[in-house]
Nanobody, 127 residues
Framework: QLQLVESGGGLVQPGGSLRLSCAAS????????IGWFRQAPGKEREGVSS????????NYADSVKGRFTISRDNAKNTVYLQMNSLKPEDTAVYYCASSIFTMTSMTSLLSADFASWGQGTQVTVSS
C-alpha cells in the first residue's frame, strides 16, 4: 500500500523558514513525480510545487516562486519543501502527493494528476 507521511510543520514568525518532508513507505518514491499542495481554512486546495520523478524538472506556484524550493533525496525515499521568507498567507495544511503515472517528467500543480496523498502537516505563520 502506498503511503506518504508529511512532517516538519509548525508555528513560525513571518520571515522565518521551515522544511517540510514527505516520506514514502510501501513503494519507491523515485518512480513518481511528487507534488506539494496546501489548503487554508475556507479555501480550495492549491498546488504549491512539484518535482518530476528524476528530479530534473520542478514547478512552482507564482505565490511561492523565489521563496520555496522543492528537492528529493531518492536514497532516503523523501521529498522536501524548503520554505523561506514565510508570510501569514502561507498558513495552511500542507499535503504531499504522488503522481498517477510512474517515471514521468510531469510537474503538474493539478490535484487530478496525483493519486496517493499524505495526511497533511500544519504550517502556521504568525507573530
Amino acid at each position: 500500500q502506498l503511503q506518504l507521511v508529511e512532517s516538519g510543520g509548525g508555528l513560525v514568525q513571518p520571515g522565518g523558514s521551515l522544511r517540510l518532508s514527505c516520506a514514502a513507505s510501501g513503494f519507491t518514491l523515485d518512480y513518481y513525480a511528487i507534488g506539494w499542495f496546501r489548503q487554508a481554512p475556507g479555501k480550495e486546495r492549491e498546488g504549491v510545487s512539484s518535482i518530476s520523478s528524476s528530479g530534473g524538472s520542478t514547478n512552482y506556484a507564482d505565490s511561492v516562486k523565489g521563496r520555496f524550493t522543492i528537492s528529493r533525496d531518492n536514497a532516503k525515499n523523501t521529498v522536501y519543501l524548503q520554505m523561506n521568507s514565510l508570510k501569514p498567507e502561507d498558513t495552511a495544511v500542507y499535503y504531499c502527493a504522488s503522481s498517477i503515472f510512474t517515471m514521468t517528467s510531469m510537474t503538474s500543480l493539478l490535484s487530478a494528476d496525483f493519486a496517493s496523498w499524505g495526511q497533511g502537516t500544519q504550517v502556521t505563520v504568525s507573530s
